[in-house]
């Protein structure tokens, strides 16, 4: 059974176990490097997860997969959100998972008062991220050129954007 919900500071302890695991597997794909996010203690992730929405997709009870979403806080700003964190482990990708946790994702945004678009950024190496994304309505409007180093590699990323609401005509 696949259940998808946002989770709370008693999920920390989870959390934090497959947020290490992300960092550890895939370097190339989260600014937060493995050591830093070991530094923090499951007191910091319940922190993260009470301050900004991180969704979790459970497959019989155990922590699948992840996204998470910050609203800016800007006055200026205040209609955009940035996605994160998007992960789904090993064991459990070819289930749809990635794709369901941002369905749910875009569904809870779209229902939040104000929000017009959404924006994230993919390693342009990450062709089933990067499917994914379009399949639920992101599109590409550019690449930034060298966003990381993971040693002495440069990494691409490709800035995608989901407008929630009809871009007016100038």
């Known amino acids: 059974m696949i259940r998808i919900r946002r989770l709370g500071r008693a999920d920390a302890a989870?959390?934090?176990?497959?947020?290490?695991?992300?960092?550890?597997?895939?370097?190339?794909?989260?600014?937060e490097s493995h050591a830093e996010g070991a530094r923090k203690g499951t007191a910091v992730y319940a922190e993260r997860?009470?301050?900004?929405?991180?969704?979790?997709?459970?497959?019989?009870?155990?922590?699948?997969?992840t996204v998470g979403y910050f609203r800016e806080t800007s006055a200026k700003a205040r209609h955009?959100?940035?996605?994160?964190?998007?992960?789904?482990?090993?064991?459990?990708?070819?289930?749809?998972?990635?794709?369901?946790?941002?369905?749910?994702?875009?569904?809870?945004?779209?229902?939040?008062?104000?929000?017009?678009?959404?924006?994230?950024?993919v390693g342009t190496w990450n062709r089933p991220a990067r499917a994914?994304?379009?399949?639920?309505?992101?599109?590409?409007?550019?690449?930034?050129?060298?966003?990381?180093k993971v040693g002495r590699r440069t990494v691409d990323e490709e800035l995608m954007v989901l407008f929630l609401k009809p871009v007016p005509r100038a």
Request: proline residues 3%; without cysteine.
């Open 49 to 65: 997860l009470a301050a900004s929405p991180v969704l979790g997709a459970f497959v019989d009870g155990e922590l699948a997969g």
């Open 132 to 148: 994914v994304y379009r399949a639920v309505g992101f599109r590409s409007f550019g690449v930034e050129r060298r966003a990381m």
């Open 14 to 31: 989870e959390y934090r176990a497959i947020r290490l695991r992300m960092l550890r597997e895939h370097p190339d794909a989260f600014l």
């Open 80 to 121: 955009k959100v940035t996605i994160w964190g998007v992960y789904v482990a090993p064991g459990h990708r070819g289930l749809g998972l990635a794709r369901r946790l941002m369905e749910e994702a875009i569904r809870r945004l779209r229902a939040t008062r104000g929000v017009e678009q959404v924006r994230l950024d």
